[in-house]
């Protein structure tokens, strides 16, 4: 479930990036971690975030039985850490939330950033297995960024135990190289902001496709996850041509900023667009699948055991 940071993690990357991907990362494990307790979350569809109840994970890292305790301690406690200057736990958003007696009332909730950042401000047993994995990811990320065939090497590791087919793991490899050609193309054209790379590859989806990034997302019940993880041979060898036919199309061209480039975009989805739908008036379907990965790998059961003595199971006793 990690292997979808494998872009960034080969191409040069911030501190502040790598704290970003570990946080994409551990969001899953978080949600893990408070499975089995009354912690209530919500999905916030706009942002594309899980935001937790402040005082529930409170309720939780303490073994408090009294709400009323957990509210006092976050009370204490966000007070300590704002005269602390730290801003990244203490700036909450508050949303309706379903309270004890069934009404809806307004609760400081975090999202996944914030909620590791306050199990790092409480002392609790409870999520010291929690520390240890992030402290062991956080290193082979580190060690992996000194030597990036690791990085690779780790990517199909994890789609093996995700039970993707070995086709499919050479399908997604190739696509990884092919995005960070397209991105590193992007870049030397002039395209700066997240915004403007989410915006290009929106246009390309969509020439391609007929759908964006999002509704793409939504037709395969996707909130968080990969797209591109999620996404069949077929869809993940248009999506492929698409990009290198505008990393062919740019290089020839040259174009400078944002604008000029979107055209190119544009064009290399065109491109896939035509592959789609001679294959479609061939086989008399549509290749634009609902199906995501879950429809399409093996069932954990089925997959072979790790061979690694210092697995993730054993290192947290969380399931994966």
């Not at 993707?164 to 590193?184: A, F, M, P, V």
């Not at 939504?218 to 290198?244: C, P, Q, W, Y």
């Not at 739908?277 to 061939?282: A, D, F, I, T, V």
């Amino acid at each position: 479930m990690y292997v979808i940071f494998l872009l960034y993690l080969c191409s040069r990357i911030s501190f502040r990036n790598l704290l970003f991907i570990l946080i994409r990362m551990a969001q899953e494990e978080v949600i893990k971690l408070f499975d089995a307790k009354k912690i209530r979350i919500v999905w916030d569809s706009e942002a594309e975030k899980y935001y937790f109840s402040v005082v529930d994970v409170i309720q939780v890292l303490t073994d408090s039985v009294d709400y009323q305790a957990a509210r006092k301690y976050w009370k204490v406690l966000k007070g300590r850490l704002a005269q602390e200057g730290n801003e990244t736990v203490t700036n909450c958003y508050q949303l309706k939330l379903t309270a004890a007696d069934g009404k809806q009332r307004l609760t400081d909730v975090a999202d996944t950033e914030q909620v590791l950042r306050l199990i790092q401000s409480v002392p609790s047993k409870k999520a010291e297995p929690f520390k240890l994995w992030l402290a062991k990811v956080g290193q082979e990320r580190l060690n992996q960024l000194q030597d990036p065939e690791r990085s690779i090497e780790q990517a199909i590791k994890d789609y093996r135990r995700l039970g993707y087919s070995e086709n499919w793991i050479n399908q997604r490899i190739k696509t990884i190289e092919i995005r960070k050609g397209l991105t590193d193309e992007w870049k030397r054209s002039g395209v700066e902001t997240e915004q403007e790379y989410a915006s290009l590859t929106d246009i390309m989806y969509r020439a391609w496709s007929g759908l964006n990034t999002r509704e793409y997302k939504e037709l395969k019940g996707l909130r968080k996850e990969s797209l591109r993880d999620n996404m069949t041979n077929v869809e993940l060898m248009l999506n492929g041509l698409a990009e290198a036919a505008a990393t062919e199309i740019s290089q020839e061209r040259n174009p400078q900023g944002y604008v000029e480039t979107a055209h190119i975009a544009q064009e290399g989805g065109e491109v896939a667009d035509a592959a789609r739908q001679n294959l479609e008036h061939r086989i008399g379907r549509s290749v634009i699948s609902s199906k995501r990965a879950v429809h399409f790998t093996n069932p954990p059961e089925e997959l072979p055991l790790p061979k690694e003595a210092d697995n993730l199971d054993e290192l947290t006793g969380l399931d994966q």
